[in-house]
């Protein structure tokens, strides 16, 4: 494929551009990827410990808050009424205590519920959601006051009865019912720590429900649903109905699967590979299997146990983080667009600045190929300025050498044209002679005449008439040969060949009639004229005749005959005389090839006129026999 320089600058700017913007979006793309990558990572790493640390002031405050009202005086008087086995004072105590509950519970809006329980398990007093519990329950032993429930047969007591003084028991995270069962209420979770007498009895034990809702909302709002997920989870490796179990989440009929009975959990959500990070591992980040989302995770135990806790999740998806590399790789393309254009623009401005130059070279040079005297108009100091001036230069020489061998061709045509004359001028003096000789006689008789008193008129008239016969005569031969001698600067002029045929033929009668030759010429009736340089022509029908004669010698006979064929004229020129051998036709051509004795022939004749009819646009053709005869045929296009 041939490609123009233009195109090959714009190509190759073009192919530079694009792979570096190629590469320099790779690496932007990938870096600024990687960026937002490690950016997200610690905001949701962030999010997750944070999360935490709510869990963990949730615990520590209401731990705070449960030994705060263990020291209460209100429980103290409780106790000491117990203990002294003072039944009124200790119903008047339980009834202060239920108040002090409540103000417990309107300072503080995390806590559900406050209830004293006694050895037995029975709640003696209990406040929830703002209101004293009513006694329903069975009769308190020695008092006169009722239960409000048991919870004798609850884990979570005979845990805490089995604590050492100022010791917490927590529960798990759970729903609880709502009076009549009638829906779950919101999770929460109980805080509770055994109570004693003076003596180190053990005297029962205060619980305090925290609702765990607010935390939640806090986890719930991490992180909004398009770019994520943030969710609460259980580890719980010794209970595998807990265990996996979601506690707080976005959509929350997943939460507490164990109690609602749908079972759900994150193995079911989730690849082990992960699932198994977060019940093993106190933190960290991962991506999902298919990398669409990075995943968040830090474990707190509020237990004090690694088998057991719970773990905040941050899930952040992959598309909500990339976001701004979408803004960028859209940048990156319209920045690439305009670069492209930019760098096209360029190429094309820098190539025209190359190729403009080279074109005009080109132009010049074409021109100087026609003619030699044209000159590459370019100025300029680079190298196709040096290219110009060289080939300026060149042409330049050229032109001379050119004027200098036109100048020797000119002298050649002339040595030849003079040789020509030479050959021809020794027979034309023989010829000259003999009309001078009759001249003179006619003149004598008549002065004779005039002498003797015998002229007679009409002999007189006579011989005048033949006087001016035998001038006219040598005039004809004299001017011929003159016009044939004259140095002519080439100029063409339409001709009609066979009139140059004639005289070229008239110029070499002398010799060939002195070497008894005789010359017959056929015209052609239907030639047109054209436009040639006589004289030039004229040399070479004379060059070819005299040649004609010199190989026939003496008696024999030379044939002229014009055609008109093909647009071509042919002036053929035959004669009998000694013929060109084989190995000589190929060198007749050649300038200084002579078979001629010296002084006699210069070896130019030809070559001089093969010249000639080259630069008329025609050829010259010989075929020749040794011993029978030659032709020449020269051909000259008519359209000339
Ligand atoms: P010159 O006549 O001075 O030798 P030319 O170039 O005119 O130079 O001719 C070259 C040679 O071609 C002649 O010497 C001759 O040998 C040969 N030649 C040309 N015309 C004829 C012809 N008609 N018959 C035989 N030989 C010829």
């Known amino acids: 494929m041939r490609m123009r320089i233009s195109q090959k600058v714009l190509l190759a700017m073009l192919g530079v551009t694009i792979v570096s913007l190629g590469i320099f979006s790779f690496l932007m793309i990938t870096s600024t990827g990687q960026i937002l990558q490690q950016n997200i990572t610690g905001r949701i790493q962030g999010m997750a410990e944070s999360s935490v640390q709510n869990l963990v002031d949730l615990v520590d405050r209401s731990g705070r808050?449960?030994?705060?009202i263990a020291a209460?005086?209100?429980?103290?008087?409780?106790?000491?009424?117990?203990?002294?086995?003072?039944?009124?004072?200790?119903?008047?105590?339980?009834?202060?205590?239920?108040?002090?509950?409540?103000?417990?519970?309107?300072?503080?809006?995390?806590?559900?519920?406050?209830?004293?329980?006694?050895?037995?398990?029975?709640?003696?007093?209990?406040?929830?959601?703002?209101?004293?519990?009513?006694?329903?329950?069975?009769?308190?032993?020695?008092?006169?006051?009722?239960?409000?429930?048991?919870?004798?047969?609850?884990?979570?007591?005979?845990?805490?009865?089995?604590?050492?003084?100022?010791?917490?028991?927590?529960?798990?995270?759970?729903?609880?019912?709502?009076?009549?069962?009638?829906?779950?209420?919101?999770?929460?979770?109980?805080?509770s720590t055994p109570l004693f007498y003076s003596d180190g009895r053990r005297a029962g034990a205060l619980i305090i429900n925290v609702w765990g809702a607010t935390l939640g909302a806090k986890i719930n709002s991490l992180i909004t649903a398009d770019q994520g997920q943030a969710f609460l989870i259980e580890r719980n490796t010794t209970n595998p109905e807990r265990n996996g179990i979601y506690l707080f989440s976005q959509d929350s009929t997943c939460e507490f699967g164990n109690q609602t009975g749908s079972h759900i959990n994150v193995f079911q959500h989730y690849p082990e590979t992960i699932t198994t990070q977060w019940m093993e591992n106190d933190e960290g980040v991962i991506s999902t299997p298919d990398s669409r989302d990075l995943l968040a995770y830090t474990f707190y135990s509020p237990y004090n146990d690694d088998s057991r806790g719970w773990v905040v999740v941050v899930e952040a998806h992959k598309k909500y983080f990339m976001l701004p590399l979408v803004a960028i790789k859209q940048q990156i393309l319209i920045s690439t667009v305009l670069v492209l254009i930019f760098a096209a623009l360029v190429a094309g401005f820098f190539s025209r600045s190359i190729t403009r130059p080279i074109q005009t070279v080109i132009d010049g040079t074409h021109c100087i190929s026609h003619d030699?005297?044209?000159?590459?108009?370019?100025?300029?100091?680079?190298?196709?300025?040096?290219?110009?001036?060289?080939?300026?230069?060149?042409?330049?020489?050229?032109?001379s050498n050119l004027e200098e061998k036109e100048r020797i061709e000119e002298q050649i045509h002339n040595s030849e044209k003079l040789?020509?004359?030479?050959?021809?001028?020794?027979?034309?003096?023989?010829?000259?002679?003999?009309?001078?000789?009759?001249?003179?006689?006619?003149?004598s008789l008549a002065r004779q005449d005039l002498q003797n008193g015998t002229l007679n008129q009409e002999t007189l008239g006579?011989?005048?008439?033949?006087?001016?016969?035998?001038?006219?005569?040598?005039?004809?031969?004299?001017?011929?040969?003159?016009?044939?001698?004259?140095?002519?600067?080439?100029?063409?002029?339409?001709?009609?060949?066979?009139?140059?045929?004639e005289h070229s033929l008239d110029l070499t009668r002398i010799k060939s009639t002195n070497h008894n030759i005789q010359i017959s010429f056929t015209p052609s009736d239907n030639l047109p004229?054209?436009?040639?340089?006589?004289?030039?022509?004229?040399?070479?029908?004379?060059?070819?005749?005299?040649?004609?004669?010199?190989?026939?010698?003496?008696?024999?006979?030379?044939?002229?005959?014009?055609?008109?064929?093909?647009?071509?004229?042919?002036?053929?020129?035959?004669?009998?005389?000694?013929?060109?051998?084989?190995?000589n036709l190929n060198r007749i051509f050649d300038p200084f090839f002579t078979t001629k004795e010296v002084g006699k022939g210069t070896g130019l004749g030809l070559s001089v006129s093969y010249g000639i009819v080259k630069n008329h646009g025609g050829t010259i053709e010989v075929d020749s026999t040794i011993g029978t005869g030659t032709n020449f045929t020269v051909f000259l296009s008519a359209g000339e």
């Not at 021809?424 to 001249?439: D, K, Q, V």
């Not at 005569?473 to 044939?484: A, D, P, T």
């Open 419 to 443: 040789a020509s004359i030479g050959e021809m001028a020794s027979g034309l003096a023989h010829e000259l002679n003999t009309p001078l000789g009759n001249i003179r006689a006619l003149s």
């Open 72 to 191: 209460t005086i209100d429980v103290a008087a409780v106790l000491a009424a117990e203990e002294n086995g003072d039944p009124a004072a200790t119903v008047a105590a339980l009834q202060r205590l239920e108040t002090t509950f409540l103000q417990f519970q309107r300072l503080d809006s995390s806590l559900q519920a406050i209830r004293l329980v006694n050895n037995a398990g029975q709640e003696i007093v209990k406040i929830r959601e703002g209101k004293i519990l009513p006694r329903s329950g069975e009769d308190i032993p020695g008092l006169d006051l009722k239960t409000i429930g048991s919870i004798e047969d609850r884990s979570f007591f005979q845990h805490t009865m089995e604590l050492p003084e100022g010791e917490t028991w927590i529960s798990n995270l759970e729903r609880g019912w709502t009076e009549g069962g009638l829906y779950w209420c919101p999770a929460m979770v109980r805080f």
């Open 462 to 501: 006579q011989d005048f008439s033949d006087i001016i016969d035998q001038i006219d005569k040598s005039s004809k031969i004299i001017s011929g040969l003159l016009s044939f001698a004259r140095r002519q600067a080439s100029e063409k002029t339409l001709c009609d060949i066979n009139q140059l045929v």
């Open 65 to 68: 808050t449960l030994h705060s």
């Open 529 to 583: 004229l054209i436009k040639i340089d006589q004289n030039q022509i004229q040399q070479v029908f004379v060059n070819i005749l005299l040649n004609a004669i010199d190989a026939i010698g003496h008696n024999g006979f030379i044939t002229a005959a014009t055609a008109f064929h093909n647009g071509q004229i042919a002036i053929k020129f035959s004669d009998n005389g000694s013929g060109i051998a084989p190995e």
């Open 372 to 399: 030699l005297s044209c000159r590459i108009p370019l100025r300029s100091h680079d190298e196709i300025g040096t290219l110009t001036s060289e080939i300026n230069r060149m042409a330049m020489n050229l032109q």
